[in-house]
């Protein structure tokens, strides 16, 4: 009886992928113990947007996160992943402020290190790997799958072996960040990859987007994947993870081996099912098969942005002109995966093409970098007539001869011109607009003390002890008795 592992993506990806990316560090701290015990492999915490939500949006320190969630689960290993060169922006940062931002993670408490180069253009991050296996974190490195005449079995499998033999990582897995890999492309796609990883063992991660997520892992673990990428209700399905009840059921009736604590997944997903409720949160739930998604290969995460910059200027009913743009352009491209930042990146042009009229009349200096392959080498020739047009215009010119400047950690601390302030603060100052980080700063620590969603019993008393509106309340089932009079409570 083969055993399966699992990395629970709640409390990254999860939410990522369904609220929004807004789960607070408040709402995990109390379940934190119960998914320290539940068996999992790993937990996913923190992706570069993550970082992002938090200053932007939270409002709270994403280092602090780190710890505080690193002291309540001692025993269970968390991960942290970072795409290369570009960390939180789209643009090419040093490689001095990356490797800083390694070293910061695993001080913070991350013991696993995700470095992601969606173009398998395993040059840009060897020098990542490096500083990251120095801090004696374990590195992990995905091949992130698409549909395309360029993304065949065989390239998937010369990408392995060139990995294996530049990189050497600690853990690969095949990230299907769209949704888009069928239960028949894995008989074919995984034992390609498999016989190049010498022994070392291969882990899953899909979205159901297309629903077919769940179908596909079943099918990988027949064949010798032993490490599935699973949420648990109400944050998995829809444009999330499998649902790790459904994953474990159907994997224990194969004949497969589960270690996991089921009491305690069912009681983080009950709180997980109560934070939503409480904020009103969407719950995921299966989705139906879309043949498009495999055209346009856009992530459920970021429809809703094209949607947004549509509305901002009244043209939301050309969204599906648009996509129709950006399977277009995915061809003429080369096939970029349709994973950050290219998928932004992507999305942008072809809001630009279809919104002035005139395809390529106009394009950020990100396209132009794409172009001039400044993030990488392109998996397919690029189109010669876009590439001239995109070049030709008068924004191109000042990239041309452009290399990305590689100043030291030295010299960008002169440049923010605060000596005393720590690495942490330093790296939050380089990646994000100050006043978010000034307002972050503000806010002071971390707001704990979120009602604990399992126990709804305990839950109540918290809510209704703190509740200073109502002069009494008695709340009586069977022989159990609770009262408050204007704050003090009897039993």
Avoid at 172 to 194: C, F, H, S, W
């Amino acid at each position: 009886m083969r055993e399966i592992d699992f990395i629970d993506t709640t409390l990254r990806d999860g939410h990522q992928s369904l609220w929004a990316t807004r789960m607070t560090t408040a709402m995990m701290l109390p379940i934190a113990p119960v998914i320290d015990r539940a068996g999992y492999k790993l937990i996913d915490l923190m992706g570069t947007v993550q970082f992002d939500a938090c200053v932007r949006y939270l409002r709270e320190d994403p280092w602090e996160r780190i710890r505080l969630v690193h002291k309540a689960m001692p025993n269970t290993p968390l991960g942290s992943g970072f795409r290369s060169e570009g960390l939180t922006g789209f643009n090419i940062v040093p490689d001095s402020l990356v490797c800083l931002w390694i070293e910061r993670l695993v001080a913070n408490g991350i013991s696993e290190v995700l470095i992601m180069e969606s173009l398998h253009d395993w040059d840009n991050i060897a020098g990542y790997v490096k500083a990251a296996k120095a801090t004696g974190a374990k590195v992990k490195i995905p091949l992130v799958f698409c549909e395309s005449p360029v993304h065949t079995d065989e390239y998937y499998g010369r990408k392995t072996a060139q990995l294996m033999k530049q990189l050497k990582p600690d853990a690969v897995y095949i990230k299907d960040a769209n949704g888009v890999i069928t239960p028949e492309r894995v008989k074919t796609l995984v034992p390609a990859i498999q016989k190049h990883l010498k022994g070392l063992p291969l882990e899953l991660h899909s979205h159901c987007t297309t629903g077919l997520a769940p179908l596909a892992y079943l099918e990988a673990i027949k064949l010798g994947v032993k490490t599935l990428h699973v949420a648990v209700p109400p944050l998995a399905n829809g444009a999330s993870q499998p649902s790790i009840t459904n994953i474990v059921g159907n994997a224990r009736r194969l004949g497969f081996s589960c270690k996991i604590d089921d009491s305690a997944v069912a009681a983080e997903a009950a709180h997980f099912r109560y934070v939503a409720r409480r904020e009103g949160k969407p719950e995921g739930a299966p989705v139906e098969y879309d043949v498009f998604q495999y055209q346009h290969q856009i992530p459920g995460g970021m429809i809703s942005n094209l949607e947004f910059m549509l509305a901002e200027r009244k043209l939301e009913h050309r969204l599906e002109e648009v996509l129709e743009e950006i399977a277009r352009i995915r061809v003429e491209w080369g096939y970029p995966i349709m994973v950050t930042p290219f998928s932004q990146i992507l999305g942008t042009q072809a809001v630009l093409n279809v919104v002035t009229g005139k395809r390529y009349s106009m394009a950020p200096q990100e396209t132009i970098m794409y172009i001039l392959e400044l993030y990488g080498r392109s998996p397919a020739p690029i189109d010669r007539n876009v590439k001239d047009r995109i070049l030709g215009l008068p924004e191109a010119k000042g990239f041309l001869d452009w290399t990305p400047p590689q100043p030291s950690i030295g010299e960008l601390r002169k440049k923010i011109g605060r000596p005393q302030i720590s690495d942490d603060e330093f790296l939050l100052r380089m990646l994000f607009q100050q006043e978010h980080v000034d307002a972050t700063i503000a806010a002071g620590p971390v707001k704990t003390g979120y009602p604990r969603g399992d126990k709804p019993v305990m839950t109540l008393i918290d809510e209704l002890m703190n509740r200073r509106s109502s002069a009494y309340i008695h709340v009586r089932k069977g022989d159990f008795s609770f009262t408050v009079r204007n704050g003090v409570h009897s039993q």
